[in-house]
């Protein structure tokens, strides 16, 4: 069994999205994504970030962004903000354009506590669709035109990069779920976003407690808004922009659509080290935010911390799957686990903690995740693999008992260590 490279660029990339610099925190590649036809988003071709205008030329950072081989830049935000807070630096390689989508300014971080995040910003969102027409039209343009890798960017690379992303992502037929999803990965850059609101403001702390966050509800009620408003996305480029949909989706599908690729690389498996216990967290909360965008409500990001996989670390053993050099998914294996079972004779394994990479991961990775976690269990000599999942989640019951797991009960009160119990449905395998 190959032990991969931890590279904790290539690690990251894999995992969320994000690609890593210094002083950009939300800087991501829409390639990957799936559409409902078989093909998907090309890697490499269309990117969404925070401010440009933090890069330095000379640094790490500039090299990597450069190594991108970006040729068309659209800056999202006012021409005052590009002023004050800095554009993206000059260089022959790329073309800038600053395109204002939004026409009615608004303060994030002074709403009051009481304001719910979902309603409130998806009309800030409607507002934009209906204001920055003429902008909105002209970054459209630019993608359809663009035979290299392009970024689109606004402050914090939430809200008007979010939203444009919205719109080309539907236009390439990605679905509602996935573009939800997308829109929540920005809940990964947020403490880095607040720290850098609180350098630029004395050490303050906005008073709302949603800035920076990104919750999926937001997402879903632009986009049902728009529907309820338009009747699709189509039909707002139509008659909002001006634009013919059909003729835009089909040269944005022709440019950003590829088929997925024809192989896949074989998974190997290694045990996880206190080093790791950041990538740990970063992979559970990327799934979470994949759960909660399809109503799955199993995880919440933020749960488990890096003391927590040290500890499984330490109490039992935490693997990590790549695929060639990249992560591709995780578990927890546990030698007891009185919370949910019970005290038993030590005839088993616990899986906990199965998660594989969204989008990314190849196809079947959580079987073959399942099914190394139950060749590690055999090998100690205990005849039984079992493990627990939400009784509110029949379709994770469903997925594991077609993996050939039975039904054996349920605990009604599990405490697991949150102070708030939760019933689990217990699952069981006899091991060959």
């Not at 269309?46 to 190594?67: E, M, N, V």
């Not at 790549?322 to 546990?334: F, H, K, Q, R, V």
């Not at 594989?356 to 196809?363: E, N």
């Amino acid at each position: 069994m190959r032990s991969p490279r931890r590279d904790r660029d290539v690690g990251s990339r894999s995992v969320d999205r994000h690609i890593p610099f210094s002083r950009l925190h939300n800087f991501r590649d829409l390639g990957g994504y799936p559409t409902p036809d078989g093909l998907r988003v090309r890697p490499g071709r269309l990117y969404r970030a925070d401010s440009l205008g933090k890069l330095i030329p000379g640094t790490p950072d500039w090299d990597r962004f450069l190594s991108l081989g970006i040729r068309t830049v659209i800056d999202l935000r006012h021409p005052r903000e590009a002023e004050t807070s800095g554009r993206v630096p000059s260089h022959p390689s790329f073309t800038y354009h600053n395109l204002s989508i939004e026409h009615r300014p608004y303060n994030q971080a002074a709403q009051t506590p009481d304001v719910d995040p979902g309603p409130y910003l998806a009309e800030r969102y409607m507002e934009v669709a209906q204001d920055g027409t003429k902008e909105i039209h002209g970054a459209l343009e630019l993608m359809a035109e663009a035979d290299a890798p392009l970024v689109f960017h606004c402050a914090s690379g939430k809200d008007r990069t979010g939203q444009l992303a919205a719109l080309v992502l539907s236009l390439l037929g990605i679905p509602d779920t996935t573009i939800t999803e997308d829109f929540t990965l920005t809940e990964l850059a947020t403490s880095a976003l607040l720290a850098d609101w609180r350098a630029r403001n004395d050490g303050r702390t906005p008073t709302w407690p949603a800035f920076g966050r990104a919750p999926a509800s937001a997402m879903r009620l632009f986009l049902a808004s728009m529907n309820a408003r338009y009747g699709s996305t189509e039909a707002y480029v139509t008659q909002a922009l001006g634009m013919d949909a059909k003729a835009l989706s089909a040269t944005l599908r022709t440019t950003l659509l590829e088929p997925p690729p024809t192989t896949t690389p074989n998974l190997t498996y290694r045990k996880a080290t206190p080093d790791d216990a950041s990538l740990l967290v970063r992979l559970r909360d990327t799934a979470a935010l994949w759960q909660l965008a399809r109503g799955i409500t199993q995880w919440q990001p933020g749960e488990k911390d890096e003391l927590h996989f040290r500890t499984r670390m330490q109490e039992g053993e935490v693997w990590l799957a790549y695929a060639d050099e990249t992560p591709a998914g995780a578990w927890e294996l546990w030698w007891t686990d009185p919370a949910a079972w019970g005290p038993r004779p030590p005839d088993a394994g616990y899986i906990h903690r199965l998660m594989t990479t969204p989008h990314t991961s190849p196809p079947g990775t959580g079987r073959h995740l399942l099914a190394e976690a139950e060749s590690r269990i055999t090998a100690t000599g205990r005849p039984y693999a079992r493990l627990d999942c939400l009784a509110s989640n029949p379709r994770l019951r469903a997925y594991y008992e077609s993996a050939g797991y039975t039904v054996v009960g349920e605990q009604t009160a599990k405490d697991g260590g949150s102070g708030s119990p939760y019933a689990v449905t217990l699952l069981e395998k006899r091991l060959r």
